[in-house]
């Protein structure tokens, strides 16, 4: 498939779109750590849905539209810059690179890039050595539009400083025939002398319409059975995180293959938005001995859930974790009308609830804290309407 003459931009992407599924992602396969190993997962039937569906040129790329223009500019006209991509996971950092290197350097893209990533050993000597290595030598690319390497440096915010500082370096020494594209999640871990080297480009997380447009482009390709509320939870469990949605996605279709609203929450084991309402009413309305109900009790002798016997029992049955149903429940405090004398020391209890399950204290003890939290919240309203 190398190509001759003068390739147009468009040549690398068609001609991958036309060949059979199965050697496309074969195709798409690229190094981790060396150049030109194989990724696993892709191409095997029923593989992770994350990688089938990693978009292969810029244009699958969903949301960023700014960022994929002004990178597609300049890889067009050959004015590639060293590259900081930054952003929360999840929001198309490396399938933008690797995109972008498929364009550049069409189906020899694994001879050409170098890619490095937290799971390699990336102390200075390795930095030193491999990068070196890979950039000091000419390309012998032919056919590629590009003339110059590219060195990728995956989650670059867990290199050392050591290892980052002699990067700026080797930055410098082979500005000639390489580009460096650093990604990380935290962009003040990378040493300013190294920002100041590359164009910053911020991922964001991605909004819920490019999320649910996306998922519906592999719904249709996967020809699944999925609700309306069901690619809603979906969206909304993803948080912006378009890995998170796939994986999700993928994993309640195995569990169930309808996949509806509760089928999501179900598989993924957070609360319904449903449940967290009746746990709402119960902690506002029913006595505290109500609403507790004795855990034990209720876990070995009501099999079938009892209406009315509290969110202990709730949480036991549902197999709800206490510090979901507190994350949840924070919304929703905001949302019922009630003075800000009663609302803040409410918001204040349930942080705290919150930062103690962090660090695995007992549930039980914490259940008995949200409870108070409200109980004491019902009491100031009380006092608040006299
Ligand atoms: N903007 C996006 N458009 C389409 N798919 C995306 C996007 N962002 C992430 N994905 C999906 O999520 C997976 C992980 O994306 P990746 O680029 O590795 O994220 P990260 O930003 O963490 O590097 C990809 O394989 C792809 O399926
Ligand atoms: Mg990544």
Known sequence: MAKQGGPSPMDVDVAAALLPPSSRFTAQQKGKGKVGTVRPGVGEKGGPWVEKYRPTSLSDVAAHKDIVETIDRLTGENKLPHLLLYG????????????VARKLYGIQFQNMILELNASDDRGIDVV??????????????????ANVKLVILDEADAMTKDAQFSLRRIIEKYTRNTRFCLICNYVSKIIPALQSRCTRFRFAP????NISNRLRYVIEQEGLDVTDTGLSAVVRLSNGDMRKALNILQSTQM????????AVYLCTGSPMPKDIEQIAYWLLNESFVTAYQTFVFTKKTLPIFDKGKG????KTLKGLALVDIVRELHPFVFCISMP??????LINALADIEYRLAFGTSEKLQLGALLSAFTHARSSLVAAAK
């Open 88 to 99: 929360p996971p999840g929001t198309g950092k490396t399938s933008t690179i690797l995109a």
């Open 206 to 209: 991605l909004d819920a319409k």
């Open 311 to 314: 969110v202990s029992q709730m």
């Open 128 to 145: 030193r050595q491999q990068v070196q290595d890979f950039a000091s030598t000419q390309s012998i690319c032919f056919g590629t539009r």
């Open 255 to 262: 569990s169930s293959p309808h996949v509806s609203e509760e």
């Open 340 to 345: 800000a004398v009663v609302r803040v020391p």
